[in-house]
Structure formats: C-alpha cells, structure tokens
C-alpha cells in the first residue's frame, strides 16, 4: 500500500503547494508584488523581450523530433544540438510561468500553453510518459532502465549529462502548475515522474550512486517537488535514490570536500537535499545544507557574491587563479545558490541569508544582463582589466542564458514574506505587496541604492495586530538605522534573527520611515591576499578602463563563444592602490552621489589611471573593467609587483602562447573538445583534475589560423609509464616514457609537431593510447601552443 503524505498548504514560487510539515515562513506570489523599482523594471522588460525573440517551435523541435512527428521549425543550434536538445526549453517554461505572474503579459500564458500542448502530443506519442529532447533518448534510456551505464561526470552512455538535460523540463512543468496554475503541466509532469520510477526501478542503490557521478541537476529536488504536489511518498523515496551520497556525506559531517569540484554540479544536488529535508523533517540535512551554504557563502565566493573558476571550486585559501584567469563565477552558480538562500530562510528566517541574497541579485544577477538588449553573460572574469560576453537569442544557448530568462523573471520573489500574519520586509526595492487575504497593501518608496532611505505605507481595510519585521542590512551600522513610524521615533532593536520587529496595532496609512546610511568599504577575498574590491553598501563599485581588444563581445553560436577570448592585459599594467594598510577605509571623491560615481584619485598609484570613475558594477558594461585591485605601501610595490608578475606569469605567457587547450576531466572544457574514449576515468588528485586510462581517450582542438606548432602536456613527476603513445590526426606523435624521477611536483613536456601532420589541419585529433593497458596514466593540462 502506498503511503500518502499528509498535506496542507504553504506558498512556493507564488502560490499554494502540499508538505508534510509548516514551513517558517511563506513567500507571497509573484502576482502579489509589483515592481516600481527603474532598474529592475528595466531589467524585466528586456527580459520580456528576449524570451519574445525566441520561437517555440524551434525550442520544441528536439522534442517532436524525439517522439518520431515532423519538426514545426528547424532546432536552434549551439548547445541545442551539440547534444543538450530541450535543455532550454523547460527554463522557457519556467520564464513563462515566472514571467507571467510578475507581468500578466497574455502573450506568455498563451506560449505557455502552446509548449504544454505540443510537449503533451509528444508524450502521447511515446506512449510511456517519457518526452525529452535527448538525442536518440528512447534508446538511451532503455538501457540505463537495463543498467547498462557507462558514467563519466558529463556523459552517461554517451550522452552529454541527460538527467541534468531532463531535469529543467520536470523544472519547467512544475512552475507551469504551480506558478502559472495549468492543470495539463501536472499532467505531464506525473506521467513523466513514473516513467523515471520505472527508468530506476530495477537499478541497484550501488548502481543509482555509480550513474549520479554524472551531473544530473536538482533531479531529487523536483522529484520532492512532484511528492509534494500529488501527496504519494513514492516520489519522494525516488528523490532520495537521486541524491548524491558522495557530496551529501562529507556535509552531514560538516566537512568541505568541494576544492576542485564543478561547482554547478553540485549546488542543485545541495537544494534536493534541502528540499527532501523540508518534506521529511529531516534536521541533519538541513544542517547538511546549511554547512554547504556557509563555507561556500564565507569562504568560496567573492564580492559580487559568485563564485568557481573554470567553473570549479577553487582551493579556500588561494584565490590567484580565479584573478588571473579569464573564466571566472558563472553565472548559473549565484541563481542556484539564491534558490537554497530562499529555501533556507523560509526554513529559518534570518536577515543573513537576504544579505547575500541581496548582494548577489544587485551584483551579479542584474550585472548579467546587457541594460540595452538584454543579453545574458556566462562567465565574470575577476582578472583585471579583462571584460563580459553577451548572448544574442537565435544563436547563445547556454546554460546561463536558460537561468538568465528565468533570473530577471521573479525580482519580487523575495523583497517581502510572511510567517502567519506578520510580515517581513527582506529588500528595499520600489513596489506594491497585495496581500488580499488579510485585506493589506504595503506600498514601498525608494530610489535605493541612489537613496540611502525608504518609505513604507500600510492600506488596510481594517486595523490589525501584527509584526513587522524589516531587514537590518550587514552594511547599516546598529546604531544608524533609524525608523520612524507616523513621523515619530521607535527603537531600532534587533530580534535574534537581525530583523528590527515593530510590533503594533496597525491602521490605514500608517507610515514607516527608513534611513539606511551607507558607507565605502575594501572587502577581500576570502583567502586575504592583497587584491581588494570597493563596496559602497551593499553595491559593488569597478572601473571602466578601456573599450579596446573586446572580441566576440556579442556572441557567435561557438562552442566557446562565452568565453571572453580577447588579449589579457598584464597585471603589470594594472591600476595599483597605494595604502600602508591593505584593508584601510577608502575616502573617496564624491563625483556623483545621486549615480552613485566616485573617484579614487588619491590611492591610484599611475597618473594615467587617476581619473578612472568608480561606478556600479551593474551599470558598467561593454568595457574592460578594474573590480579587484592590487593594493600595496608604497614601500613594497616593486617587491609585490614582482610577485603579482610571478603569479601572472604561470597563466599570460601561456594564455598568449596558447591557440586551444582541455583541461581533462573538467566537465565544460572536455565536452567542448569532443572527447572520446574508452575504459577511461577522471578524477582529482591535489586539487587537480586530470583524464587518464587504460586504453585511450581524445580530444579536438581548434587551429584555424593554422599556427599551431607544439603539444604541451602537464603530468605528475612521481607517475610512471612505459607504453603511453600520443597520436595527433591519428599519426604518432610521442611515446612517452614517465620515470617517476620528477618528484612530488606536477611537470610540463612539449612535442614539436611535424609539418605534415600540420598541412592545412584546423583541426588536430589528440588521442593518448596506452597500449600495454597498464595502470591508467594521468594527464593533468594540453596546450596547442603556437
């Protein structure tokens, strides 16, 4: 007998869901709040925009095609058809529902509702409640429902990670009923969710862990979703087949074991763990995802509140290679960890998890999207005087542009909620809440951040007793946050969750008046090394520095077209700031306090930079940009010049050098080589990931201005091989013979490579073969170098 889950109500996303347990706070829909706020508004309206500029049936055509009906339109390209199909499709149902809600645009429910009714003729065709776009998934799927697995961290069975691919469609319908409120989205979604039960039925628990090595998305937190929803528990014994124990036990003992890991990977697993948590109460995976929060909250990301680089977590206490490397926090790590910022406050509502929400959504989620047409950025380089790219919507579909659509969706989703009857005011953002049921609009006034206050006004229909509960910022001093009610002073004191909770009868038009000074401050990074970044509140500031070198600053439909792949300026020419103390309190010029645009004239060491603007990192684009700093006395500048050169010089003489390169065993960068291989395995190894084997494995690298002259090859001086060869266009290039002479070290070779194998090759197959199938043989970095 199947077991039902007990089930009441509570808001999610915007709108009534099913639990086992009362959460501790509510969210109101997204409906409920309207935006009054210039730059957010803005920033919606250009979202509206490009998801308008998208076609339906070419985002539907992977799943026609799939379920054996004729295409309406062609597929677009890009990741849709380097084998992510459908991916983008279900954030477009998610944008829809989301955008829907906050707008009531009709255009969007009535695309909803097309996608919905072509998703369902494909599910009818198929006959066994599976749609997908994955190519050739029909096939695919029965074998993984056989337990024939072939896992790497991006591939299963060949396919580039298809339960992460499927997951934004569960994702996808579950806003589109519980957001959006469209009955067939339920439908689809249940005949979808058994035909997963079935897919792992017969799986072994060993069996389900070995395929979760491969990136697989919030697949238990939808699935908990599903259970919530329909009230059957089976769904949620299935999420927790679908969580991760080799992430989920490391936090359950309160260690962090993420160095090296793709970071994206991993926070949607964190999420379900959370989610399951919420259904089940389940404290010790709260604390779990708690912990996860925490360390990768204080001690992995950085000021705009991001963080990886190469979209890997970087080690906690050295941050060099994220400030001298040009891939810097992607974008799709800040909307997921807002998500587990949302769920762990309405679990426990407590004003720090709205500080980095509000952090992240001013910082990095509306510095992501180009202020004029709305394209989204993948990557954020950190390095100095490096620069964004941008999407375009017919030919970028990556998987920031599926969160981006989703992003600039839902800005009213956390600036209030309520526990019972009281309220929380959680951002300070121009808007309307309407809460019908209790009959009460709260209307907020403000030009924040260009305004350091902000006015709250009550409309009741009738006097009510409740508390109001309103965020005191990390940035606000204790003793500077004044509150007026009606004119009239009250005491600004903290509750223990750091909201100031103003309890009172309440009548109509009650007025409540903020003032919430700010400050410019330095914050490091978190390993504390001598690169700073300004804040004036919570708000970012960078300089522009030039508008030169910005290739492919719109993106084309390449593979790596994401990647700001323009000439790195050396750190030697980098603006330095002059302090006897690294963490001193800036005084800046006021150039425009109402724009919030500062000058730093006087700790800029170079002439030619003194006049550089410090302005909102949001409002800085289609520019080279300063957002950390070098800072040193004047004293040690030439020592730490020789320093910051020294670090730069393991990454720009390379980088400069370099026509293509793969990292192994990083999920992005093998994936966009076209690798291939057999009995081969990936891993890390001294915060290192490396590809190694014991047959062979390839990848293609790009050399289309033919230029290309030598291999460079990184390995391990203590490993050993005698039978590794290396093949370039399937002619031998090197045998390579490994001593384990070289020390406790890592160690670079470069191969010269012939000109007959160069002949007007594009393109060079590199294949490293281990013919005495040996123990498997690391190799950690390729460079084609010029």
Not at 6 to 21: D, M
Not at 185 to 194: G, N, R
Not at 226 to 251: C, M, N, W
Request: with cysteine.
């Amino acid at each position: 007998m199947i077991r039902k889950i007990i089930i009441y109500s509570f808001f999610f996303v915007g709108t009534q869901f099913t639990a086992q347990a009362q959460q501790k706070a509510q969210l109101f829909p997204l409906s409920a709040v309207k935006l009054e706020d210039q730059l957010f508004l803005k920033a919606q309206q250009n979202n509206l925009k490009y998801i308008l500029a998208l076609e339906p049936d070419r985002l539907l055509a992977p799943f026609l095609k799939e379920a054996g009906l004729k295409p309406k339109a062609a597929m677009y390209g890009n990741w849709e058809t380097s084998g992510l199909g459908g991916q983008t499709a279900g954030h477009y149902l998610s944008s829809l529902a989301l955008m829907y809600a906050a707008t009531g645009e009709p255009e969007l429910l009535k695309r909803l509702d097309y996608m919905l009714n072509e998703l369902a003729l494909c599910q009818q065709k198929n006959a066994n409640g599976y749609v997908g776009g994955v190519p050739d998934g029909l096939a695919m799927w029965a074998d993984v429902a056989k337990g024939k697995l072939e896992v790497a961290n991006f591939a299963l069975n060949k396919k580039w990670v298809p339960w992460y691919n499927i997951h934004k469609l569960y994702a996808g319908l579950i806003d589109a009923y519980v957001i959006a409120q469209r009955p067939e989205a339920k439908q689809i979604l249940v005949k979808l969710s058994d035909w997963c039960l079935n897919i792992i039925a017969n799986l072994s628990d060993e069996q389900m862990q070995n395929m979760l090595r491969c990136e697989h998305g919030g697949m238990n937190e939808v699935l908990a979703d599903v259970a919530a929803i329909t009230g059957d528990d089976k769904y949620l014994v299935a999420a927790k087949r679908f969580s991760h124990q080799f992430i989920l036990e490391p936090l359950l003992q309160q260690k962090d074991a993420l160095t090296g890991l793709h970071a994206n990977t991993q926070i949607p697993k964190v999420i379900g763990f959370m989610r399951i948590a919420e259904l089940t109460q389940n404290d010790s995976w709260k604390n779990a995802s708690k912990f996860f929060w925490e360390t990768v909250v204080n001690n992995r990301s950085v000021v705009i509140g991001g963080n990886s680089v190469r979209e890997h977590f970087n080690k906690t206490d050295d941050f060099a290679e994220l400030i001298y490397h040009k891939e810097g926090p992607e974008t799709c790590n800040s909307y997921n960890m807002l998500k587990l910022s949302k769920h762990l406050f309405q679990d426990q509502p407590q004003a720090g998890y709205l500080d980095f929400y509000e952090k992240t959504t001013y910082n990095h989620i509306l510095a992501s999207q180009h202020p004029e047409h709305g394209g989204f950025v993948y990557l954020t380089p950190m390095r100095a005087q490096h620069y964004r790219v941008y999407s375009k919507p017919e030919l970028a579909f990556w998987c920031c542009v599926g969160t981006g659509i989703e992003n600039h969706a839902k800005y009213g989703e956390l600036i209030y909620a309520h526990q019972q009857n009281d309220v929380f005011v959680n951002l300070f953002i121009a808007s309307t809440l309407h809460w019908k049921e209790k009959g009460l609009t709260l209307k907020q006034e403000t030009k924040f951040p260009f305004q350091e206050s902000s006015t709250l006004t009550l409309q009741l229909a009738k006097p009510q007793s409740f508390t109001l509960y309103i965020r005191k910022p990390y940035w606000v001093k204790s003793n500077q946050l004044a509150v007026l009610v009606n004119q009239k002073p009250v005491e600004a004191k903290l509750a223990a969750n750091g909201y100031v909770a103003i309890k009172r009868n309440w009548k109509n038009n009650d007025k409540i008046s903020l003032t919430l000074p700010m400050e410019t401050q330095l914050e490091s990074l978190p390993d504390h090394s001598s690169w700073v970044a300004f804040r004036h509140g919570p708000i970012v500031l960078a300089s522009a520095t030039s508008k030169q070198d910005l290739e492919g600053l719109i993106a084309d439909d390449s593979r790596k077209g994401h990647i700001a792949n323009g000439p790195l300026y050396s750190v030697a020419d980098a603006p330095v700031l002059i302090s006897e103390q690294k963490n001193f309190k800036p005084q800046l010029e006021i150039i425009d306090k109402d724009k919030l645009i500062f000058g730093a004239a006087k700790y800029i060491h170079q002439d030619k930079y003194k006049n550089l603007k410090l302005i909102p990192f949001f409002n800085l684009h289609d520019a080279r940009y300063m957002l950390y700093w070098p800072v040193s006395s004047i004293q040690s500048l030439e020592e730490n010049r020789k320093k910051w050169l020294a670090e730069e010089q393991k990454v720009l003489p390379l980088e400069t050098a370099t026509i293509d390169f793969v990292a192994p065993g990083e999920q992005q960068s093998e994936v966009d080589h076209a690798f291939e291989g057999q009995e081969t395995e990936n891993g890390l190894f001294r915060d290192r990931r490396f590809r190694a084997t014991k047959a062979w494995f390839s990848y293609e690298l790009k050399n289309e201005n033919k230029q290309a002259k030598k291999l460079r090859v990184t390995y391990y001086g203590a490993d050993v091989a005698k039978g590794l060869q290396i093949f370039v266009n399937d002619k031998m290039l090197q045998k390579v013979v490994l001593n384990g002479d070289k020390g406790e070290k890592f160690f670079d070779e470069e191969y010269i490579i012939p000109a007959d194998i160069l002949e007007n090759a594009k393109s060079l197959k590199v294949k490293f073969v281990n013919t005495e199938n040996a123990r498997p043989v690391k190799v950690f970095f390729i460079r084609l170098l010029k």
